[in-house]
């Protein structure tokens, strides 16, 4: 059975820095595609990024386009999100799922997910 579980997630002020990092097991990590999905209170989860199974190929929603970087290491069975200049509205649950369909359709194999917090 798919596991993953997130972390890295916290309280920060507008125009702070988070990484976030994504363990997976009961998967080929390497054969895979990824991507990070989040959902704020009252709100649909949408897609937020993904990358291909070997790193060379990856896409961002346009609200995190230039701040928000996705990244992968196969040998260690993990995925990460290098979250710059956040804001407000980055505020969410933050989940990383291997994906079903590129780029944007996930498998239902969801963690339980890690906190971003964002304060003005």
């Known amino acids: 059975q798919v596991q993953v579980v997130e972390s890295g997630g916290g309280l920060v002020q507008a125009g702070g820095f988070l990484r976030l990092s994504c363990t997976a097991s009961?998967?080929?990590?390497?054969?895979?595609?990824m991507g990070w999905f989040r959902q704020a209170p009252g709100k649909e989860r949408e897609w937020v990024s993904s990358?291909?199974?070997?790193?060379?190929?990856?896409l961002y929603t346009n609200s995190v386009k230039g701040r928000f970087t996705i990244s992968r290491d196969n040998a260690k069975n993990t995925l990460s999100l290098q979250m710059n200049s956040l804001k407000p509205e980055d505020t969410a649950m933050y989940y990383c799922?291997?994906?079903?369909?590129?780029?944007?359709?996930?498998?239902?194999?969801w963690g339980q997910g890690t906190q971003v917090t964002v304060s003005s």
């Open positions: 799922a291997p994906l079903r369909v590129w780029p944007a359709t996930p498998y239902s194999d």
């Open positions: 009961g998967l080929t990590f390497g054969n895979f595609n």
């Open positions: 990358i291909n199974w070997n790193g060379g190929t990856t």
